[in-house]
Structure formats: structure tokens, C-alpha cells
């Protein structure tokens, strides 16, 4: 069976401190894909990164990382520099046949001005 | 170009009520998948098609709801004699090919009363 755990349900951050968010997934699969989307208060999900389950190598995309460690099953977002626009609920997906995502029940963090 | 579309972005119905909501996905893509977000939570799959099949309707939670993509390009997901315990999100995605992104739109809120 497939899972994606978000522990953090809510994180408060003053603007320009460095926040990670945790994501810890479950497969037995070997093959498989991760995937980070925010989604602000408009709704709407938007795709950020996908992972897949043989490129281990970390991601910088301007504020944004990423750090894939399959030893222990995580996928953690790192935002440096955080800013008011960054505040959403970010969702942390596995997919392991592109069938369906297993998505978490997000993190929601709101960055103080 | 064109992301994903829903319509309509808003639904209230009645209880025992049927609805119809559309997903426009982009042009293109073969795959599309419909999910539903209740408040607090991440997005449970529902169905998923390939081009015009059904190739997997795991999630569908029972037999009131249904959904179809005739043409292979806009989905309508059916569901009949609805319940308040219906109300959510219903979010569409598209992907270019199964193993793809997949890019979601604004969602459809349903509210049951």
C-alpha cells in the first residue's frame, strides 16, 4: 500500500526565516514518483517538482529545495528566505503506476509579515 | 496555453439531487483524473482515464457516482441522488501521458444541503 505523511499540520514562520516542510512516503514499489503542489487560498493546486524514485540528486530552484533521501522514504521541501506570497497548504504526493496519486493531508503555513 | 477548466466553479444542490460537473483538461493531454478534497485533507483519487476508457474507477466511493469521457478530451463526473455527505471539492487533472505531471484545475465546489 501507498502513503504520504505530512506530521506538520500547521507551521508559523516571520517573513525571511528558512522553513522545511517534512514528507515521509511509504511503497514497495521501485519505481515511483514524488511530487510537492501548493495550493493557496484561491485553491488552486500547482505543481512545484516531480521526483522520480532513481534521481536522488537534491533540487534548488531560487528559494526553493528539495531533499530526496530514499534511505529514509522522505521528500523534504525547504523554502529559504520565506516570503508572505509563500503562505498556502502544501501537499507532498507519491504516484507509483501514474494511475492516482497518494497525496498527504498537507502542510498549511503562513508566513508573517 | 489553456490550463484545466471546471465548470461549474460553484454547485449547491439538494439532498437526493442529481449533478454534472465538467472538466475541460488540456488540449493534448490523454490522461485525466478526477479527485475530491474535503476541508482539511488532501485530494482522494477517484477515477482515472486513459483516452476515452475508464482505466481505473477504484475510487469511486460507490455506484452513485459515475463518470465519462466520450470523446476523449472533456470529462463529466455524474453523481446521482446526492447526499450532504458529498460536499467537497472536485478537482480535475490532465497529464500528457500517464507517467506525466499532472496539472489540476480550480475545482468545482459541491455543496449538498
Known amino acids: 500500500a501507498q502513503k504520504v505523511t505530512q506530521a506538520q499540520t500547521e507551521i508559523s514562520v516571520v517573513e525571511k526565516e528558512d522553513v522545511t516542510l517534512d514528507c515521509v512516503y511509504e511503497?514497495?514499489?521501485?519505481?515511483?514518483?514524488l511530487f510537492w503542489y501548493k495550493q493557496p487560498p484561491s485553491g488552486e493546486l500547482v505543481f512545484l517538482i516531480r521526483?522520480?524514485?532513481?534521481?536522488?540528486q537534491n533540487e534548488i530552484s531560487g528559494r526553493y529545495s528539495w531533499n530526496f533521501q530514499k534511505s529514509t522514504s522522505s521528500f523534504n521541501f525547504t523554502i529559504t528566505a520565506s516570503q508572505v506570497v509563500d503562505s498556502a497548504v502544501y501537499f507532498c504526493?507519491?504516484?507509483?503506476?501514474?494511475?492516482?496519486?497518494?497525496f498527504g493531508t498537507g502542510t498549511s503555513l503562513t508566513v508573517i509579515p | 496555453g489553456a490550463g484545466v477548466s471546471q465548470t461549474p466553479s460553484n454547485k449547491v444542490t439538494e439532498k437526493g439531487k442529481y449533478v454534472e460537473l465538467r472538466c475541460d483538461p488540456i488540449?493534448?493531454?490523454?490522461?485525466l483524473y478526477w479527485y475530491r478534497q474535503s476541508l482539511g485533507q488532501g485530494p482522494e483519487f477517484l477515477i482515472y482515464?486513459?483516452?476515452?476508457?475508464?482505466?481505473?474507477d477504484s475510487g469511486l466511493p460507490n455506484d452513485r457516482f459515475f463518470a465519462v469521457r466520450p470523446e476523449g478530451s472533456v470529462s463529466t463526473l455524474k453523481i446521482q441522488r446526492t447526499e450532504r455527505g458529498d460536499s467537497a471539492v472536485y478537482l480535475c487533472?490532465?497529464?500528457?501521458?500517464?507517467?506525466?505531471?499532472?496539472?489540476f484545475g480550480p475545482g468545482t465546489r459541491l455543496t449538498v444541503l
Open positions: 482515464f486513459q483516452g476515452t476508457g475508464a482505466a481505473d
Open positions: 488540449s493534448g493531454h490523454t490522461a
Open positions: 511503497t514497495r514499489d521501485t519505481t515511483y514518483y
Open positions: 521526483r522520480n524514485s532513481f534521481d536522488e
Open positions: 504526493a507519491l504516484s507509483v503506476t501514474g494511475n492516482q496519486f497518494y
Open positions: 487533472a490532465s497529464s500528457e501521458t500517464r507517467e506525466d505531471t499532472q496539472y
